[in-house]
T-cell receptor, first 115, second 116 residues
């Protein structure tokens, strides 16, 4: 079965420092991976995706993610964190082809960036 | 352009009442998904509509939950005889082609449902 794990419930970073939010996955076949961000009382906002091609994917707001097939990981990164990056981050994998493309989410990581 | 629109944004109701939640997807998106976000269960898939095909209802937690999509656009999620464990945020998402698309799903802001 497809699954996603985000091993950290919370990540704390100082503004200006690099940030990493971890994600590992388990799928049969090629993974289609996504990162979403959720601000309080809002829906999920798409950041970036990996379908195929370069292992380093660039997305919105200066975020990027590195796909590592051997480690089955898709960690989200940003070189210099902003206070406004504080939010809840979800990693997701697209479900099996015969299940309509539904997303299977990790449990979420709360990112806190302090001035 | 307009995103996914959900209404109401908040709903408080008494246990045992029926509720209807509405989702208006992005124009032209043929795939529509409902998810539930709760503290204990995280984000879970509920149901998927693709065009005029039969919906994938595999994520619905009980027969008290049902959904329909009229005219391939607006969708309504109905919960009958609500229970306290139904309290959650119900999120709707749409995408251009569902399983045939690599495009991301676009989410609405959700309906926050509280059962007293």
């Amino acid at each position: 079965a497809q699954s996603v794990a985000q091993p950290e419930d919370q990540v704390n970073v100082a503004e200006g420092n690099p940030l990493t939010v971890k994600c590992t996955y388990s799928v049969s076949g090629n993974p289609y991976l996504f990162w979403y961000v959720q601000y309080p009382n809002r829906g999920l906002q798409f950041l970036l995706k990996y379908i195929t091609g370069d292992n380093l994917v660039k997305g919105s707001y200066g975020f990027e993610a590195e796909f590592n097939k051997s480690q089955t990981s898709f960690h989200l990164k940003k070189p210099s964190a902003l206070v406004s990056d504080s939010a809840l981050y979800f990693c997701a994998v697209r479900g099996p082809y015969n299940q309509g493309g539904k997303l299977i989410f990790g449990q979420g990581t709360e990112l806190s960036v302090k001035p | 352009g307009a995103g996914v629109s959900q209404s109401p944004s908040n709903k408080v109701t008494e246990k045992g009442k029926d509720v209807e939640l509405r989702c208006d997807p992005i124009s032209g998106h043929t795939a529509l998904y409902w998810y539930r976000q709760s503290l204990g269960q995280g984000l879970e898939f509920l149901i998927y509509f693709q065009g005029n095909s039969a919906p994938d209802k595999s994520g619905l937690p009980s027969d008290r939950f049902s959904a329909e999509r009229t005219g391939g656009s607006v969708s309504t999620l109905t919960i009958q005889r609500t229970q306290q464990e139904d309290s959650a945020v119900y999120l709707c998402a749409s995408s251009p082609r569902g399983q045939l698309s690599n495009q991301p799903q676009h989410f609405g802001d959700g309906t926050r449902l509280s059962i007293l």
